[in-house]
């Protein structure tokens, strides 16, 4: 898996690509999370549509990952995550999963729809 990473007006973004398995892509943004966190960059955009063989979580794939993100975040990042349409749960199970564990997360299909709610998003209200 090869990751890219950069800050662009106060967005970090992060494209990761190749093979992964889906445990690993979950490390992968745990650790991006916790970079986010570490400098203080409160909003982050990872790209997952380059990653190749990565399988479609289950619901208790989705919450363990909504969970342990939410850990690494603290509060202190919100997560836009670009994803293929077929890894996204109709519902946004793993999104609904993260807010009860305080960490604000959405998934889009589109860059630029994720880029556009996170440039929105306002902590304050």
Same mark, same amino acid.
């Given at each position: 898996?090869?990751?890219?990473?950069?800050? !662009?007006?106060? #967005? $970090?973004?992060?494209?990761?690509?190749? %093979? =992964?398995?889906?445990?690993?892509?979950?490390?992968?943004?745990?650790? #991006?999370?916790? !970079?986010?966190?570490?400098?203080?960059?409160?909003?982050?955009?990872?790209?997952?549509?380059?990653?190749?063989?990565?399988? #479609? /979580?289950?619901?208790?794939?989705?919450?363990? $990952?909504?969970?342990? &993100?939410? +850990? %690494?975040?603290?509060?202190?990042?919100?997560?836009?995550?670009?994803?293929?349409?077929?890894? #996204?749960? /109709? +519902? %946004?199970?793993?999104?609904?999963?993260?807010?009860?564990? *305080?960490?604000?997360?959405?998934?889009?299909?589109?860059? /630029?729809?994720?880029?556009? &709610?996170?440039? *929105?998003?306002?902590? =304050? *209200?």
């Amino acid at each position: 898996m090869r990751e890219s990473f950069e800050v !662009r007006n106060g #967005i $970090a973004e992060s494209r990761l690509s190749g %093979k =992964s398995s889906l445990v690993d892509a979950v490390d992968r943004v745990s650790a #991006i999370v916790t !970079r986010c966190r570490e400098r203080s960059l409160e909003r982050l955009m990872v790209v997952c549509t380059g990653l190749e063989d990565v399988p #479609i /979580p289950t619901l208790v794939d989705r919450f363990l $990952a909504a969970e342990e &993100w939410a +850990q %690494k975040a603290e509060g202190m990042v919100v997560v836009a995550l670009v994803a293929h349409a077929t890894h #996204i749960h /109709p +519902q %946004k199970f793993g999104c609904r999963v993260a807010a009860d564990f *305080g960490l604000t997360l959405d998934v889009y299909t589109a860059e /630029p729809d994720a880029m556009a &709610w996170l440039s *929105g998003y306002d902590r =304050s *209200g």
